[in-house]
T-cell receptor, first 115, second 109 residues
Framework: DVKVTQSSRYLVKRTGEKVFLECVQDMDHENMFWYRQDPGLGLRLIYFSYDVKMKEKGDIPEGYSVSREKKERFSLILESASTNQTSMYLC??????????????FGPGTRLTVL | GQNIDQPTEMTATEGAIVQINCTYQTSGFNGLFWYQQHAGEAPTFLSYNVLDGLEEKGRFSSFLSRSKGYSYLLLKELQMKDSASYLCAVLDSNYQLIWGAGTKLIIKP
C-alpha cells in the first residue's frame, strides 16, 4: 500500500511565523503535490513537483514556497504565516506515468491555524 | 475558464440508491476521477473514467459522457458509512487535476 505521511495533523502558529509542512511518500512516486482545502472551494493546488529539485506553481502559490531535495520528501513553506492561510493542507503523490489511471494518493492532512 | 460543478449536499436513506452528478468544462480531457472523503480525513480514490460508459465496482458505479461533459457516481445499497463528501476531478490537457468543490452526502436511517 502507498503511504503518504505528513509531519503534523494539527498545527497552531502566530502571524509572521515561518511554517514548515513536511510530506513523505514511500512508493517511489515521481509526482508530489500540495493542496489546500477550504469549505465550499474544493481542493486548490499550491505547488507540485515532477522530479527531485523540480517545482511548478499551481493555482495559488502566493505566500508559499516548496522544496524537494529527495524524491520521497516534499516540503511546503509558509515564509510569513498570515491568518488567511488558516486551512487544511493536503499532500499527495502519484506514480508519474502519463498512461494508466495514475491516481493521486493523499496524506492525512495538516489542519493549520494561524492566530 | 475551467469549471467543475456538482451539488453541494444530498440526502439519502440507508439501503437506497443515490446518484451524484458532475458536469465539467475544461481545457482538454484526459480522464475523470471520483474520490471519497470522510470528515476530517484524506480523500481516497474511488474510480477513474476515460472512455464513455459505465464502470462498475461493487456497490459503486461511475458513468462518463465526454460529449456532454457529464459524469455521475451511483451508490447502491447505501450504508451509514457512505456518509462522506464525494469529489469529482478532471485531468485536463496538461495532465493537471481540476477539482470540484465536492458533494456532501448525508445518509439517514
Amino acid at each position: 500500500d502507498v503511504k503518504v505521511t505528513q509531519s503534523s495533523r494539527y498545527l497552531v502558529k502566530r502571524t509572521g511565523e515561518k511554517v514548515f509542512l513536511e510530506c513523505v511518500q514511500d512508493m517511489d512516486h515521481e509526482n508530489m503535490f500540495w493542496y489546500r482545502q477550504d469549505p465550499g472551494l474544493g481542493l486548490r493546488l499550491i505547488y507540485f513537483s515532477y522530479d527531485v529539485k523540480m517545482k511548478e506553481k499551481g493555482d495559488i502559490p502566493e505566500g508559499y514556497s516548496v522544496s524537494r531535495e529527495k524524491k520521497e520528501r516534499f516540503s511546503l513553506i509558509l515564509e510569513s504565516a498570515s491568518t488567511n492561510q488558516t486551512s487544511m493542507y493536503l499532500c499527495a503523490s502519484s506514480l508519474g506515468t502519463s498512461g494508466g489511471v495514475n491516481e493521486q494518493f493523499f496524506g492525512p492532512g495538516t489542519r493549520l491555524t494561524v492566530l | 475558464g475551467q469549471n467543475i460543478d456538482q451539488p453541494t449536499e444530498m440526502t439519502a436513506t440507508e439501503g437506497a440508491i443515490v446518484q451524484i452528478n458532475c458536469t465539467y468544462q475544461t481545457s482538454g480531457f484526459n480522464g475523470l476521477f471520483w474520490y471519497q472523503q470522510h470528515a476530517g480525513e484524506a480523500p481516497t480514490f474511488l474510480s477513474y473514467n476515460v472512455l464513455d460508459g459505465l464502470e462498475e465496482k461493487g456497490r459503486f458505479s461511475s458513468f462518463l459522457s465526454r460529449s456532454k461533459g457529464y459524469s455521475y457516481l451511483l451508490l447502491k445499497e447505501l450504508q451509514m458509512k457512505d456518509s462522506a463528501s464525494y469529489l469529482c476531478a478532471v485531468l485536463d490537457s496538461n495532465y493537471q487535476l481540476i477539482w470540484g468543490a465536492g458533494t456532501k452526502l448525508i445518509i439517514k436511517p
